[in-house]
Each structure stands twice: as structure tokens, then as C-alpha cells.
């Protein structure tokens, strides 16, 4: 992230540098600012029980959401007295994190919670933790085998690009525009998360009749937003609405946009970035919306990891066993509710 540090970009009607700007997003405290909450004393799964050993693996923090998933896996394992976090590098890539996980297969802990560089890439190492009687826990990057996991835990792509689309679709129906120009900014184009947003934006689009007219992707990082947004601007001389899949890119994508002294178009972020949802609030760049994709679910993660290792089940559910499968909603964030949303920003 050093050449963002050096990048100066506007958010919020202030200059400042990009690094900064993450760096207000997401401590790299663990006990700041991060997503803890854990159960009522009167719920008999809030009483500390059987020791769980939870193993951690995630990317390295290169990236404000990243960076929260362990910010808030290490706050909430933090909030148990009877739970011990074991967390191993990930290293730069899946090879690297699958040799660091063979690692902590091998301290046979009772639980792993990893958020894979790949999926796909990490299924094996999923499957060998499994047949070695470790149950885990799968965090946003969907494996292939559902042998792979206990539980998986994720964010709604799909869904993400739904919200989006329907916020723009009826945005641009209510103003009246009945052809719009509309670009899009995903992030990584090889990942399946980014696939299916992009499936929920186009989806969304079709029921109002409308289309994306041109689509550049970035890499979810400040950097390749703001060249991203630089090229697409340049490729539609008008536009009416723009999806930015990416707060933490988005921060170069209105970078660029200041840069091209672009206004006549109306912006919606994704993940729920505290900067993002804090210019919304001030409604005064073009950003008007963004719709959640939080690393809460990280807290999460690792609270039912604990109740796994205990060989309990949710409280509020009558089965006697955490679900298989948990995908959270996406949400739609605007000038009317942030205030509401502030605190789950990154």
C-alpha cells in the first residue's frame, strides 16, 4: 500500500492521502473499532464452557475490508474467556496459505476459521482439515466441496449486485431517464464473488430495461480504481449512474472522478466503507449509496466456531447443531440511514 500512501485523493470534500484514508477506516488495533458482540448473560451459550482452540488464517491486510475480518476475529475471539486464537500468516498466495495451514493442521486445533485467498485454490487443505476431525469453519470464499467445511459464512455477492442495481434502476426511474448511460467498476474479474455481483447487477438492470454500457475492472485497491475510473470516464463522455463495487477502490474511483471534474452522474459503493458511509451522510460528492457487504460476519465466524467446538447449537434455533450454511443480507445504504449504519463501517 505505499503507493497509496503517497497518492493524495479527495473524499469527503478533503484532501488527504489514500493510505490515511484506510488507515482511519480500519485500525490495525484489534480491540478498535472492530465488531464484537456476544450473548446475553441470560443465554446459557454466553457462560464460559470447554476450552476451544480456534485456528485463523486470512490475506495479509493489504485492503480495509481485509483488514477488519481480522481485526474483528481477533476482538471477538478476545471477548470469550474460554476461547484461544491461533492465527498463521496467509502468506501472498494460496500456496503460501495452504502451507501455513498444514502447519496448523498439524497443532490440531479445535477449530479452523480461514478466509481463503481462493476458494477454489483452498479446497484441498479445507477437505484435509476435515478428515482430520477439525471441523471448519468457511469465511466469505466459498469452497467447491461442501465436504470442505462445517460451516460456511458469507457475504450475499449476488445479492450486492441486486441492491445496487435496484437502487440505481429506480433512481434513474423516478428522474425519468428511460435510456441510461450506466458504468460499471468491478474488482478482480477472475474471482467467482466478483462474477456474481456483476450476475446481481445485470439481473437487477434487466427489470427496468436497462443495461451497463461499459465496464472497467480494478483490483479492489485505491490505485486500479482511480486508473479503472480514469479509463471509463474517458470511454463515456456521459453517464447517468455507476456501480463502484469496491469502497476501498472507490476512494481512487472519486479520486479520478474529481480529477475529470465529472458531476453529472450518481454513484453507488459496495462493502460499507466508514468513509464511504460518512460522505454519504454529507451528500456532497457524487456518491450517493453503497450497499453492504460487512466483515462483520468475521465476529460471527468465530463465535459459532466457538459453539461448534463446544458442540452446541444457536440459541435462538431449535436445532441442537450450528447451520451448514449462513449468507448474510445486503443492504442499501443512503443519506437517510447511514447514521444507523455508522458503526458497522470498516
Request: one cysteine or more.
Amino acid at each position: 500500500m505505499s503507493a497509496l500512501s503517497r497518492r493524495r485523493v479527495l473524499f469527503g470534500g478533503a484532501a488527504v492521502g489514500a493510505g490515511a484514508l484506510l488507515t482511519a477506516c480500519t485500525s490495525n488495533d484489534p480491540g478498535t473499532d472492530a465488531q464484537v458482540k456476544t450473548n446475553s448473560s441470560g443465554d446459557a451459550n454466553a457462560a464460559p464452557g470447554t476450552k476451544v482452540v480456534i485456528g485463523f488464517s486470512a490475506p495479509a491486510a493489504d485492503h480495509g475490508w481485509i483488514a477488519a475480518i481480522t481485526n474483528n476475529a481477533k476482538a471477538q475471539a478476545a471477548a470469550y474467556s474460554d476461547v484461544e486464537l491461533k492465527t498463521v500468516e496467509a502468506g501472498a498466495d494460496a500456496a503460501a496459505q495452504r502451507a501455513a495451514l498444514a502447519t496448523l493442521i498439524a497443532q490440531k486445533p479445535s477449530v479452523i476459521v480461514m478466509l481463503p485467498h481462493d476458494g477454489k485454490e483452498l479446497n484441498a487443505t479445507g477437505l484435509e482439515a476435515m478428515r482430520a476431525g477439525i471441523p471448519v469453519v468457511n469465511l466469505d470464499r466459498a469452497f467447491p466441496s461442501a465436504a470442505a467445511y462445517r460451516l460456511q459464512i458469507k457475504g450475499d455477492n449476488y445479492g450486492m449486485g441486486l441492491a445496487a442495481g435496484q437502487y440505481i434502476g429506480e433512481q434513474l426511474k423516478t428522474k425519468g431517464v428511460t435510456n441510461p448511460i450506466i458504468g460499471e467498476i468491478p474488482g478482480i474479474d477472475s474471482l467467482e464473488l466478483t462474477q456474481e455481483r456483476t450476475q446481481g447487477f445485470n439481473t437487477a438492470l434487466a427489470v427496468y430495461g436497462f443495461k451497463v454500457a461499459n465496464r472497467r475492472p480494478a483490483e479492489f485497491t485505491a490505485d486500479s480504481g482511480q486508473a479503472a475510473a480514469t479509463a471509463l470516464l474517458q470511454a463515456l463522455p456521459k453517464m447517468d449512474a455507476l456501480w463502484n463495487h469496491d469502497d476501498d477502490q472507490g476512494i481512487g474511483v472519486l479520486a479520478a472522478i474529481k480529477q475529470a471534474n465529472r458531476s453529472e452522474f450518481f454513484m453507488v459503493g459496495g462493502a460499507g466503507s466508514k468513509a464511504a458511509i460518512d460522505s454519504i451522510a454529507k451528500d456532497d460528492l457524487v456518491l450517493k449509496a453503497t450497499v453492504t457487504y460487512s466483515p462483520s460476519m468475521a465476529s460471527s465466524a468465530i463465535s459459532l466456531a466457538r459453539l461448534i467446538g463446544q458442540g452446541k447449537g444457536m440459541s435462538d434455533l431449535v436445532e441442537l447443531q450450528v447451520p451448514k450454511e449462513i449468507t448474510l443480507a445486503s443492504e442499501t445504504i443512503t443519506k437517510e440511514n447511514a447514521s444507523k449504519y455508522a458503526k458497522l463501517g470498516f
